[in-house]
């Protein structure tokens, strides 16, 4: 065993010399006779639960960065190191199951039993390996059109093209990687349903969503408010955009070239090369000195927007990003470096409150999404679109009716991919592309012909970050919320050190040591609600 451990690992640094090392096994300790002792074995588990997120995030990084080989050497690895994971989460609910929640704080118990149930849910070794078959699927594709490769982001803009045929092509184009991946999607959803029963829940996707800190009632309530109250301006919208496609009704693959025919200030006005320097000057006017932390940004196209990874928080922070054209990626760059603040801001020193994400339950997504869109929505600030992208006045109106518009898509295509990825993991028999054509006409606001392909299955989420989609439209949510409470409190002068060092000391140095809605009551004076987010959204004379 112990040989083929080893060829492993050196078949894995000939594969690539910085690729992280194994996991070392776990090994429990003589259990524990006292309080005392229980104290001190959760805080040595504590102590490896860091190690093993160094270890996780230095190995992911890799991955997405473009550095390490997918292979039998990365798979094994990445089995030792869950396999480690679940053993102290399993150790440190047994320990607390024995001896109580009291021996700890009501915090540190509430995310060891959320890691020991997100690891049985998350951590299951068939599901694993469906899971890493299904992103490497998603991660391997190459696109082309009529023999040419094409990448993420020029699909992107091929959606916003003039011409019609090229928008339907793209719909297309994320079919054939659909049909790529539904066999391993389909077993993958499968095996998490009985996954759900084998554990005696009702629903792996309640059960999960539990584990991410939100419950489906707060959930459904506030995303059912931002549906009914933006469905009429989003109609509006699109009817104002019917001129410019020639149809009654706008199709999904219309509709982005409907909003950027709507508003849109030309490519041109942001050069992909001052998006760095022009970002760091904007965080530099809260206080947060990012160029001086020479961060490493690999940019290549990926499976994700972009990723923020904490390799040791936190002093070591690395991102991987795409390029979208225009201003998108100033405002993608914003929002991943908004993720590296949260990190470097980071002062507590109990390693279960530092908020690494690899163990599911011990960061809520809502949160940390909803941090990263404080720094990622101050371009709907005119301010900084004045002062830092140095538009006029016409250009800053156009920007911030974009940006409007897109987020009332968002939140659409937001909601119908949490709505689908729960009936997907609820309803056992279901004809999944049925469905999420089902879903789609329902809840998008769009029409979709008769011919409209299914594209579910190309979704990476579904591979790496099950029930996470609905934490965006709470991230945009917490962002308002959080914003109205800075230009209250520091009224012009909001966007000054001053409100950088309120952000650094109330809400991101003790990392997740409170819940998301006790941060909010403490930073705004009420829990999350959707009002914020609703003034910015229907504050446009057109309804938008």
């Known amino acids: 065993m112990r040989r083929r451990q080893a060829l492993a690992a050196l078949l894995g640094s000939l594969a690539l010399a910085c690729a992280p090392r194994a996991a070392e096994p776990h090994r429990a300790g003589a259990p524990a006779r006292s309080r005392r002792e229980a104290r001190e074995r959760l805080a040595a588990l504590a102590r490896r639960y860091e190690k093993l997120m160094q270890e996780h995030g230095e190995h992911e990084w890799s991955r997405y960065a473009g550095r390490l080989a997918e292979g039998p050497a990365a798979a094994a690895r990445m089995r030792a190191l869950r396999s480690a994971e679940r053993d102290v989460f399993q150790e440190a609910d047994a320990i607390l199951q024995r001896f109580g929640d009291r021996i700890v704080s009501p915090r540190q118990a509430e995310l060891w039993r959320r890691g020991a149930l997100g690891l049985r849910l998350l951590g299951d070794a068939r599901a694993a390996s469906l899971a890493d078959e299904l992103e490497a699927t998603l991660n391997g594709h190459e696109f082309a059109l009529d023999g040419r490769p094409v990448t993420r982001a020029e699909i992107a803009e091929m959606r916003r093209s003039d011409d019609a045929r090229l928008r339907r092509r793209t719909r297309q184009l994320e079919h054939e990687l659909h049909r790529k991946a539904a066999p391993v999607a389909t077993a993958l959803l499968a095996r998490r349903r009985e996954l759900a029963k084998e554990l005696g829940r009702a629903s792996f996707y309640g059960a999960l969503l539990e584990v991410r800190g939100s419950d489906l009632v707060t959930t459904e309530r506030v995303l059912g408010e931002l549906a009914a109250r933006t469905r009429r301006p989003f109609q509006d919208a699109l009817g104002s955009g019917r001129r410019f496609t020639g149809r009654v009704l706008i199709a999904p693959w219309d509709v982005d070239q409907v909003i950027a025919r709507r508003a849109s200030v030309p490519h041109e006005r942001f050069p992909p090369e001052r998006a760095r320097p022009v970002v760091e000057g904007i965080f530099g006017r809260l206080g947060f000195d990012v160029a001086a932390w020479k961060l490493d940004i690999t940019v290549r196209d990926f499976a994700f927007g972009g990723q923020t990874i904490a390799l040791r928080v936190p002093d070591d922070v690395r991102l991987v990003v795409r390029q979208p054209a225009g201003i998108r990626y100033y405002g993608l760059l914003l929002h991943e470096l908004g993720h590296a603040v949260a990190v470097r801001s980071t002062a507590e020193k109990a390693p279960l409150f530092k908020g690494y994400e690899w163990v599911p339950g011990l960061l809520d997504p809502a949160w940390a999404e909803g941090v990263a869109e404080v720094f990622g929505r101050l371009l709907d600030a005119p301010r900084v679109l004045r ?158």
Do not use: I, M
């Open 387 to 544: 002062e830092h992208l140095g538009l006029d006045a016409e250009e800053v109106e156009t920007v911030r009716q974009s940006r409007r518009l897109e987020t009332l898509l968002g939140l659409r295509r937001g909601l119908v991919g949490a709505a689908f990825e729960r009936a997907a993991l609820e309803q056992e028999h279901a004809n999944l592309d049925a469905l999420s054509l089902d879903v789609e006409r329902r809840l998008s606001g769009l029409f979709l012909p008769r011919d409209t392909e299914p594209v579910w299955a190309g979704s990476p989420f579904l591979a790496t970050y099950p029930v996470y989609t609905h934490a965006y439209q709470l991230a945009a949510c917490v962002a308002s919320q959080l914003r109205a409470a800075l230009e209250a409190r520091f009224g012009d002068d909001w966007l000054s050190p001053r409100a950088g060092d309120w952000l650094r000391e109330r809400l991101l140095a003790d990392g997740t040591r409170w819940t998301l809605n006790e941060k909010l009551v403490r930073a705004t004076g009420s829990r999350l609600d959707a009002e914020s987010l609703l003034r910015f959204l229907l504050a446009s004379p057109q309804g938008v």
